[in-house]
T-cell receptor, first 112, second 111 residues
């Protein structure tokens, strides 16, 4: 069990640039979740997939955010035209149906 | 605003003392989970409570789910420096497996 893997671990970008993060879930897990966590706060739900289908998106996920899971395995989260308010830790988690979620160690984004 | 309110937000105690963290909501959850998160890492699941009134023990940690399944508490007995971390509660509604997190309680146990 290699756990949930997220890349990169850290990303520093200038305002207005696009960024893409990748999440590799635990191999047999069919569900994949994205959360965002700002400093001193709990994680906030962004979106989740069951296999390749995106089943729910939070209102936090503006038009500049898009997530994909094309083959039901790894997922990408893209943020276009980044803003300073996008600075946060982006956490990915996976589960097998309703089993407990396993979280990755996140990608910390800093927008300057 | 958080659907789940945790209190206190920050707790600093000496090694050997006891502490309690609270997680409250006006909503009913089918189950509630507690996580601990270290800096630079993702949350790690400690326990899941499902039944109203349920009490679970994990070594020096005691977790309780309120009778109405709206609130929970985490009690640590004889805290140790290794208990330092961010403690998060998270609720699951009846449908799906989506977690709604509280704002977290940062615990610092000084040696």
């Amino acid at each position: 069990d290699t756990g949930v893997s997220q890349n990169p671990r850290h990303k520093i970008t200038k305002r207005g640039q696009n960024v893409t993060f990748r999440c590799d879930p635990i191999s047999e897990h069919n569900r994949l979740y994205w959360y965002r966590q700002t400093l001193g706060q709990g994680p906030e739900f962004l979106t989740y997939f069951q296999n390749e289908a995106q089943l729910e998106k939070s209102r936090l996920l503006s038009d500049r955010f898009s997530a994909e899971r094309p083959k039901g395995s790894f997922s990408t989260l893209e943020i276009q035209r980044t803003e300073q308010g996008d600075s946060a830790m982006y956490l990915c988690a996976s589960s097998f149906h309703n089993s407990p979620l396993h979280f990755g160690n996140g990608t910390r984004l800093t927008v300057t | 605003t958080q659907l789940l309110e945790q209190s206190p937000q920050f707790l600093s105690i000496q090694e050997g003392e006891n502490l309690t963290v609270y997680c409250n909501s006006s909503s009913v959850f089918s189950s509630l989970q507690w996580y601990r998160q270290e800096p630079g890492e993702g949350p790690v699941l400690l326990v899941t409570v499902v039944t109203g009134g349920e009490v679970k023990k994990l070594k020096r940690l005691t977790f309780q789910f309120g009778d109405a399944r709206k609130d929970s508490s985490l009690h640590i007995t004889a805290a140790q420096p290794g208990d330092t971390g961010l403690y998060l509660c998270a609720g699951i509604k009846a449908a799906g497996n989506k977690l709604t997190f509280g704002g977290g309680t940062r615990v610092l146990v000084k040696p």
